[in-house]
Structure formats: C-alpha cells, structure tokens
C-alpha cells in the first residue's frame, strides 16, 4: 500500500473517531409538546441517557412567583430513576430530617396514586422510590401524567406533563439495561 492511501486511511480513521467521540459525549434534543427532549452522556467511564419533559402549565406560590416543573428519566451504570424538579430551587424544603415524603400521581383520568419519595440534597425535587413501577403506569397512559407533590412554599401544587411519544424509549432504555416496564 502506498505512503498516500496509508496517509488517507488514517486521516479517515482519525476524522471518524472525532465525529463519533464527539457525537457520544452528549447529544441534546429539547423537549416539544408531543417529544421528550434527550439526553445521552459517554465520557469513558460511564454511560447515561436521560429523557425529560417540561410542565405544561406554570403554577403560582404564595408570593406570585410562578414555578415551573420538569420530569425526567434516567438510566445511568443500570440504575432507573425518575425524578421531578420544580424552580425556583429550593421548592421542597425538608419538614423534617428524612427529607421523604409521598406524592400523589394520576395517568389520565386514572385512579390516583402514592408514590413514596425523598427529596434531592438541594431541595429543588424528588426522586421516586418505585421507578420502575411509575414508568409501567406511564407507558399505559396516553395523555398526560399529574404530580400533587406537598410544599411548605407551593401549596402542594399539580405538574401536569404530557407523555407524548414515551413508548418510543422503551428499546433505548432496556438495551441500556433500564427496563421502563
């Protein structure tokens, strides 16, 4: 093989990489009202891949400050989560020293349900206990999910998201090795 078609090969072969090195170390896609916006991190040492939605509706504390909500999935070294977060930070500020709480959750116009939960180091949002089990709820709705989350700031407000195309992650998130159901 000639010095040039080496030359070439390994021009290639170095471009190649960049671009693929590049594309796996994030790759952002925003959230519209019918997708969920993604997320995909490999630096090397671990993979992670999170989905996430924003609130359709803005909610209101005591002061008049409006407070927004988003959710998100997660699945990082085979570990599920969900989580929902509310700004400003600092939303969910600890009653107690646990820092756990329930949550009510209702898909649709289903059956409401409790979700044990505790909250973030920062206080800006919840981790669900279950993940696994909300995720399964989720994959059955069609519309829309709502979360009465209490707040000594917020009044116990509802986030309302819409599930648009979650059933379209179902693959990305079992060959991740977080099964959403």
């Known amino acids: 093989m000639s010095a040039r ?3 070439l090969y390994r021009l290639v072969a170095v471009i190649f990489t960049i ?15 019918i997708s969920w916006g993604t997320t995909y991190i490999d630096d090397g040492f671990s993979k992670s ?12 504390d005591d002061f008049g400050v409006a ?9 990082e070294e085979k570990d599920l989560a969900v989580l929902v977060y509310a700004g400003p930070i600092g939303i969910y500020p600890s ?22 939960y505790v909250v973030t ?6 981790v669900i206990y279950s993940p696994k089990v909300l995720t399964t709820a989720l994959l059955k ?15 116990d407000a509802v986030a309302v998201f819409k599930l648009g195309n979650l059933s379209s992650f179902i693959s990305k998130f079992k060959s991740m090795g977080c099964p959403l159901k």
């Open 5 to 7: 078609r080496k030359w």
């Open 19 to 33: 671009s693929s090195t590049h594309a796996a170390s994030g790759v952002d896609l925003d959230p519209t009202e």
């Open 49 to 60: 891949y999170l989905i996430y939605k924003y609130s359709t509706e803005s909610t209101y």
């Open 67 to 75: 407070s927004s909500y988003n959710i998100e999935i997660q699945c």
């Open 95 to 116: 009653s107690g020293l646990d820092q756990i709480g329930v949550a009510q959750v209702k898909v649709d116009s289903g059956k409401i349900i409790k979700y044990k």
């Open 121 to 126: 180091r920062d206080n800006a949002g919840i």
């Open 141 to 155: 709705g069609k519309r829309q999910v709502a979360f009465k989350i209490p707040s000594s700031i917020q009044n």
